[in-house]
């Protein structure tokens, strides 16, 4: 959505089930610093870089099932922070970080690491976001 040429983005919620709670709250919280709300014990929402998301304990009739792939757009500086801690806590990439273009208006990153519970995080920066949500075809 764009109001007056800027992209205005509200916040998504993503919801998922995890084996071991204390592990997705230990790397999502304390690992990477993302903020708790509500915490009822069996679920915990947590803000994931200004997006909610909600992570359910297994139990019976609620099956934890792996996410393919979810991340945050982040601005570059905060991307460089992201991949340094990860890097200082030893947090193996599934995909090493990877910059395209760089120097240049298209310049672009991305890495794609696994969660505790084994779900894929990608996190990804673009110098001009704008482009990468604006049909070239319109």
């Known amino acids: ?5 800027e992209l205005a983005i509200k916040p998504f919620h993503l919801s998922f089930v995890v084996p071991d709670l204390k592990k ?16 009822t014990g069996e679920w915990i929402d947590v803000i994931f870089y200004g997006h909610q998301i909600t992570i359910h304990q297994e139990r019976d009739g609620i099956v934890a099932k792996p996410i393919d792939h979810f991340g945050p757009l982040l601005e570059k500086e905060q991307w460089g922070e992201v991949l340094a801690l990860l890097k200082a806590n030893s947090i193996p ?7 395209k273009g760089e ?17 894929l995080l990608e996190f990804k920066y673009y ?12």
């Not at 120097?103 to 519970?117: M, T, Y």
């Open 127 to 138: 110098n001009n976001f704008a482009d990468t949500v604006v049909s070239k075809n319109t």
């Open 24 to 39: 997705a709250r230990e790397f999502y919280v304390n690992l990477l610093g993302c903020a708790v709300g509500r915490d």
């Open 103 to 119: 120097n240049s208006e298209n310049e672009a990153g991305k890495f794609v690491v696994k969660d505790p519970e084994g779900n």
């Open 93 to 99: 990439f599934v995909l090493e970080p990877l910059v």
């Open 1 to 5: 959505m764009f109001e007056r040429g």
